[in-house]
């Protein structure tokens, strides 16, 4: 089947490319409201982009009415977000966090949670997800008709679980992705966890 994406609507070309580009990794964003109050928002459009900085990107549309997504206002106003990644056992709360609210309204309130306030952090993290990751606003880029914002943020610092972490040689730091258990987002509303995890050595 050869499918002309000319002919398609951006709908139906949006549940295309998220069944096609799979697994994609979960960024689960949690920032800080107006006054009081966190928004807790899963985004699939979301990878690394740069080492020297440390680079990763959210691409953000906007919500049915048209307003602007309650993660970009607060990334915009407030510049600090801590990205999780979150494991398979949370698939029904990222998926209950993806709900559109009003503005102020927490997804918090609507799912099993516990926070824990790093020091230095600004914000907390959620005490359940193995990685979390300060970042800080870098730049942002608006794509398309629909002025879709890609959002570059640069990570300041890790937590890793201490069961998914390991030393290995040269102090080099392993993750083990088996530990981690990442969700990955599919197409409609599909999972998928890591299944097997196996290992090709580079040849030297």
């Known amino acids: 089947m050869r499918i002309d994406l000319s002919a398609l609507s951006t709908t139906k070309i949006y549940h295309l490319m998220t069944q096609s580009i799979i697994p994609r990794p979960v960024a689960w964003v949690l920032t800080a409201n107006e006054g009081t109050g966190f928004n807790l928002a899963p985004f699939s459009y979301f990878n690394a982009l740069c080492s020297n900085p440390p680079l990763v990107m959210l691409s953000i549309g906007k919500k049915p009415d048209g307003d602007l997504k309650d993660t970009r206002n607060n990334i915009l106003n407030h510049r600090q977000l ?80 201490d069961e998914c972490v390991t030393t290995g040689e040269n102090d080099r730091i392993i993750i083990d992705a088996t530990a981690v258990d990442a969700l990955a987002r599919l197409g409609g509303g599909e999972y998928a966890g890591l299944g097997k995890v196996f290992r090709i050595d580079r040849p030297e």
């Open 82 to 161: 801590v990205i999780h990644i979150p494991n398979t056992a949370q698939a029904a709360e990222v998926t209950e966090s993806a709900r559109t609210l009003d503005y102020g309204e927490s997804e918090l309130d609507n799912i099993p949670h516990a926070l824990v306030q790093e020091d230095g952090w600004p914000l907390p993290r959620l005490k359940n997800a193995p990685i979390a990751m300060l970042a800080e606003f870098y730049d942002l880029h608006e794509l398309g008709p629909g002025k879709q914002a890609v959002i570059y943020c640069e990570i300041k610092e890790i937590f890793i679980q």
